[in-house]
């Protein structure tokens, strides 16, 4: 019976995971700038691959397997962060600037 | 009631399918990113998404020899976005200095 349950929660951290790694695509292909498309990829792409890791670890009834898919997912949550603020440092002084929109000019009107 | 491997093959099919499609979008930005971050941040996307899709075909499959992969591929993924970043800075303290 409890089989049956970890089973089903992992069924919806597997689907869960999958819709955010979707989200993080469509947020890749459709936000203007690159520090926001790093938003998009560097959030929801970790939450999206921990959850599946999570779920590996749910139904898994081996210990070792659970250790692996533990630590994969801390890897994971620790140097996603790491990289995409390295990314966004380098491309900041690379010269990429963020686009016009996101600033407010409030004295000539126009931003 | 029905029966939860059976939910769970369901589940683990379409996160496949999802996760598939979410990879071939990432592939759109990599083609078309107007700059250099651009494609960094996707090659960095799509080792992310193969980390969740090799989870999810442990899941599908039961083998969980597949998961020492994710893990490898995890590592690789972030080394070689590091790796790519100081090549963009470089580049750019190169052309400063000329």
Known sequence: ?111 | MIDGAEVLRWAADAAIALLLLAMLLVLVRLARGPNLGDRIMALDTLTTLAVGLIGALTVRTGLTLYLDIAIAIALVGFLSTVALARYLLARVLKGESQ
Do not use: N
């Open chain 1, 1 to 111: 019976m409890i089989g049956q349950l970890l089973q089903y929660l992992a069924a919806v951290a597997v689907l869960g995971g999958a819709v955010f790694g979707l989200l993080a695509a469509i947020g890749i292909v459709r936000l203007p700038d690159l520090y926001m498309r790093l938003h998009a990829a560097s959030k929801a792409g970790a939450v999206g691959a921990g959850l599946i890791l999570i779920a590996v670890a749910l139904i898994s009834t081996d210990g070792a397997v659970v250790l692996r898919a533990t630590l994969g997912l801390i890897f994971l949550l620790l140097s996603t962060p790491v990289a995409a603020h390295l990314l966004a440092r380098a491309a900041y002084k690379a010269g990429e600037l963020p686009i016009v929109t996101t600033t407010i000019e409030e004295i000539d009107g126009q931003p």
